[in-house]
């Protein structure tokens, strides 16, 4: 499209009953100091009077969309955003989280140094039950075993719909998980800007300790099930030659040893091994601010 604003960021908000952190959330995108961007605020079925009152207050903006569906969940809330969406590319931002007032800015001029498919994720800042930095560096290997990237990325929304959007059956959580695989199955890589741009919510109610780490296992082998061939032994090999070399959180080897655990051990063993090591590691970092 010859009139297409390659400058123009949409930012997709879903929202479900998020009350008072909404307001943070829109805020911290319209006090952002790249000028050109819109918001697209899919309400995915909230029935929280303060909520309503709340999305309802925003309609006055110019450059906001205001976008009602029954609760479908947050998969199909962000693709909704995406299919609304007028901007050359997409960031993606949960109601109850917010982002520094030069984040757009930042990801947007460090994605225009690569000539090739990638998208920019920064370090996290978490807030709630858990305080601490977190910081992350990119690798394909890691992240086929880890859910190890923030939902919160900045992409063009070409290589976006390279992959399918998210996967809407996904209701449990690591939707995001899943999508990030699969954009590095595609050979869209992701770009570490390392500042803590994003303040991520962390809540003993929230997807991530309500659902998604409790269904880890049932989760992974749901997306080792839709990728069979890249989670194949000689792939996971191959995979393991490519990224060992490269950058990585913790030490590659590690989740060959994960993977025998996975494929011998029952689902609900190693689904409390799993909590057992996440519970493990947040109780030294509780209300600590360290490296993850």
Known sequence: ???????????????YNSGDLLERAIDSVLNQTWPEFEIILVN?????????????????????????QENLGLSAARNKGVQYSNGYYLFFLDS??????????KMFYTLSKYKKNRFIYTDIFT??????IIRKNYNLFEQLFLNQLPYSIFISKKNWKITGGYDEKMKDG??????????????????????????????????????????????????????????SLKSIIKNWMKWRKRKSTYPLFIFLFWYIIFKY?????????????RNLKWFFTRNKKLIS
């Open 1 to 15: 499209m010859k009139n297409e604003n390659i400058k123009l960021i949409s930012v997709i908000i879903p929202c």
């Open 44 to 68: 995915d079925g909230s029935s929280d009077k303060k909520t309503l009152k709340i999305l309802n207050s925003y309609g006055y903006l110019k450059n906001l969309q205001l976008i009602n």
């Open 96 to 105: 109850d989280d917010w982002i520094e007032p030069e984040t757009l800015e």
């Open 127 to 132: 807030e709630g039950e858990v305080c601490k």
């Open 174 to 231: 690591y939707e995001d998980w899943d999508f990030n695989i699969r954009l590095g199955l595609a050979k869209i890589y992701g770009v570490r800007l390392s500042e803590p741009l994003f303040h991520y919510h962390i809540s003993n109610n929230g997807m991530l300790l309500s659902k998604s780490s409790k269904s880890h296992s049932q989760i992974w082998n749901y997306i080792m099930n839709k990728n069979k061939r890249e989670y």
């Open 265 to 277: 051990l029952p689902q609900p063993i190693t689904s409390k091994l799993f909590i057992m090591f």
